[in-house]
């Protein structure tokens, strides 16, 4: 017998002859897979411990058919299935991933699941002659999917396994054949893998958290009529739960569905509307509906067109909340609510449960059945969503929708209307109002950002009529004076005239307002403003006497926490007259350090450097917080203005900026305003802040420093007298 002695090389593989014309290969995984070598009566491989390694290529050379050697050491390395690896596209648009090591999975890119029911199963390949390996896609190999189901009758608990086989047949490297099918690859492992995450993404148990209402929670999911679905059904108390049966008409569970035994058997239509059972609309009056009694007035069942518009304007998503399955639905809007699919029950038990959405509307059918009137529900699994009619005895879900309050005599003109200044007017249908100005430059409430309002007509008690010429919207607010002292708010209201042209425009003041948005953009809108608007702020780390907060200014300069003389963020701190490092009760024109210097003579004194800045003997920060801290200069000042946000808000009672640097962190500085010899000066209206430098001009009889000044609406340097009291924010020394 012709025999062929290699040496092989071991990080690739171990290759022996087990007969004539077939060569065995041992993967360094331990798996074996055998080739046929024509030719040869025999070939072997060895690696002993002292054998010299040959390259791939003169091993290969020795062999007497190189191209089948090649051949079979490429697969053995690469896998059995690599020259098939890749993703086909079957007729039904699903994919068929293959692997090169034989792991395949099946994805429906449509959503309309085969198998299983769910978008992603896996599959094994088992032909006769695998496990050794023989050849591959011949005419004896096969695809098995193996899957549960629960068929038509079954209980929920007895689902059955069941397994699908297809005649797989290789064509070549870019082609198979699945039970006749030619199928083309579609496209690279990478790019399937990118398309089978985005997909898979869309099927996600993920759900909108609802909100409250009476006895259960509401989804709004972006409906032309608004209509609000409830996030689970009744008689469960999460997602995921079946909740209790009913037949239609009934609002009370019971175990046995029989055609026998129900409520509405023997009543035609007439008879039925006759009862008081449904409305002239053939949908179930309140006292009949399991969604009322059960839930309360605040809710009901959908009638038959609420669900048609839940399947035109929704999508529906096949997928499961551990062991429940059942279809996400997702609004127009994104929210997103899931209806388990519990099936339903009649005669013989259960029906499709976990294979099919089946749910009760409120709407008595326009047909009839030999023995009975039928009702119409919505049905909905893996392939379809549609609404059918059904016989009334069947148990079934019931998912509610909200029931909201009537409308208040402001409904008509319930909308957003914005003013020439750009602020927005937000009239609620019961009378409710709020101002929100959208660039933070607020009117009323001492510039808040949002105000409420309240409209007073004539005729508004007895609602006779709205927006006449005699009715007005009043606001009312509080304000500072001018020389108030803080403790001395003043409360104000204006009126304006209010007056329809109609439904779209309004008049406030003989001003045409037009509606802007709806109020559901409006209440987005609103909290997106007002959540700039919140005083949220960086906690600062600890130097020296102080606290620092980084705000990622270029120059990397580090600012307070909060002011000299305080002890947290919201307090206004103590008082100083520029120059001076101790707080007093008065601040006069009579009464100042420097008030006789002019800026040569405080700069031969030491009081000001060759910058004009204050030294650190006339510097308050440095004096009372020690040498970690020192008063910024106007050009420190102006760094922060052409560097960060500034947002006007309030912590409890205390006004202010919210300053945000270029890095996100934040900073509050209270507007403690100024005290002159009138007393306070703009308390709570404005951020009034001493800088170290000395103006670079002079008033008739002294010279002005300069100061950082921020209100509501700019936020700017400037000169002032400096026997005026000003708070002071020190920036840090760093070493």
């Known amino acids: 017998m012709k025999k062929i002695s290699l040496i092989g090389i071991a990080s690739a593989a171990v ?14 995984d331990g798996r074996s897979i055998a080739y046929q070598i024509d030719n040869v009566d025999s070939v072997t491989f060895s690696t002993p411990a002292n054998a010299e390694i040959q390259s791939l290529d003169d091993l290969i050379k020795k062999a007497s058919r190189a191209d089948s050697l090649q051949k079979a050491l490429s697969k053995c390395q690469s896998g059995p299935f ?77 689902a059955k396994t069941y397994t699908s086989t297809y005649n797989m047949e290789a064509l070549d490297g870019e082609r198979i054949k699945i039970d006749g099918n030619i199928c083309s690859k579609a496209m690279s492992l ?8 985005s997909v898979l993404a869309m099927y996600e148990p993920v759900f909108t958290e609802g909100e409250k209402h009476g006895n259960g929670y509401v989804v ?14 009744i008689g469960a108390s999460k997602v995921d739960d079946y909740g209790s049966y009913y037949t239609w008409a009934e609002v009370k569970t019971k175990n046995e569905f029989s055609v026998e035994d129900y409520f509405t058997k023997s009543l035609s239509m007439q008879q039925q509307k006759e009862a008081g059972i449904i409305d002239s609309l053939r949908n179930l009056t309140s006292k009949y509906d399991a969604a009322t009694v059960n839930w309360g007035e605040e809710w009901r069942m959908p009638n038959s067109k609420e669900y048609e518009e839940l399947i035109k304007n929704c999508k529906f998503y096949w997928t499961r909340l551990g062991t429940t399955y059942g279809m996400k639905v997702v609004g127009p809007n994104g929210n997103k609510i899931f209806l388990p699919a519990g099936g339903m029950i009649g005669d ?5 449960f976990n294979q099919e959405c089946i749910y009760w509307t409120s709407t008595l059918s326009n047909g009839s059945y030999s023995s009975h009137v039928p009702a119409e529900h919505f049905w909905s699994h893996y392939q379809t969503t549609s609404r059918n009619q059904s016989n009334p005895y069947y148990g079934k879900s019931i998912r509610a929708v909200a029931v909201e309050p009537e409308p208040g005599p402001y409904a008509k ?33 001492n510039n808040m950002v949002k105000v409420d309002v309240t409209f007073k007509g004539a005729d508004y008690d007895s609602l006779a009529t709205i927006f006449n010429a005699n009715d007005t919207l009043r606001v009312s607010y509080k304000w500072h004076g001018w020389y108030l002292s803080p403790s001395e708010d003043k409360e104000y209201t204006s009126t304006l005239t209010l007056e329809a042209l109609d439904n779209d425009r309004i008049k406030i003041g003989g001003e045409t307002c037009k509606k802007a948005m709806s109020l559901a953009q409006y209440e987005s809108f609103r909290d997106s403003v007002l959540t700039v608007y919140e005083p949220v702020f960086t ?24 002011n000299i003389g305080a002890s947290k963020v919201n307090e206004y701190g103590s008082y100083y007259t520029w120059g001076e490092v101790k707080t007093k009760e008065t601040f006069s024109s009579d009464d100042y350090f420097t008030r006789t ?11 000001i450097d060759n910058q004009r800045n204050l030294t650190s003997q006339y510097d308050a920060a440095t004096v009372n917080w020690g040498e970690d801290w020192r008063m910024p200069s106007r050009k420190e000042y102006v760094e922060l203005i052409e560097n960060c946000k500034f947002y006007w808000t309030r912590i409890d009672n205390i006004y202010g900026m919210k300053v945000v640097g270029p890095n996100g962190n934040k900073i509050f500085l209270p507007a403690g305003g100024s005290i002159g010899e009138n007393g306070y000066y703009m308390f709570n209206l404005e951020c009034i802040y001493w800088t170290s430098s000395l103006y670079n001009g002079s008033y008739s009889s002294h010279v002005p420093a300069e100061y950082f000044w921020s209100h509501y609406i700019t936020t700017s340097w400037n000169q002032s007298n400096p026997y005026y009291g000003e708070l002071i924010r020190a920036v840090a020394v760093e070493k």
């Open 348 to 352: 013989d038990g259960y029906y499709q």
């Open 82 to 158: 690599a020259e098939y690896a890749g993703v086909y596209r079957l007729p039904d648009n699903s994919l068929l991933c293959i692997y090169e090591d034989g792991k395949a999975e099946w994805l429906n890119d449509l959503g309309k699941g085969t198998t299983d029911n769910i978008l992603r199963v896996n599959v094994t390949f088992m032909g006769a002659d695998y496990d050794p390996a023989a050849s591959i896609f011949e005419d004896n190999d096969t695809m098995r999917v193996s899957y549960k189901y629960n068929a038509w009758y079954t209980s929920p608990y007895d």
């Open 220 to 233: 709004d999911l972006g409906l032309p009529s608004g209509l609000k679905w409830a996030t689970w059904n």
């Open 597 to 607: 210097l002019s800026g040569e003579e405080q700069k031969a004194a030491g009081i």
């Open 190 to 197: 990478d790019q399937y893998k990118t398309l089978r995450d």
């Open 413 to 445: 003109y319930a909308g957003v209307y914005r003013l020439s200044d750009k602020s927005l007017l937000c009239i609620y249908e019961d009378g409710k109002a709020e101002w929100l100005n959208d660039l933070g430059k607020g009117r009323a409430d």
């Open 539 to 562: 906690e600062g780390e600890k130097h020296g006497k102080g606290y620092m907060v980084d705000l990622g200014l270029p120059s990397g300069l580090k600012w307070a926490s909060w």
């Open 15 to 28: 290759a022996g002859a087990m007969a004539s014309g077939q060569l065995f290969l041992v993967t360094k």
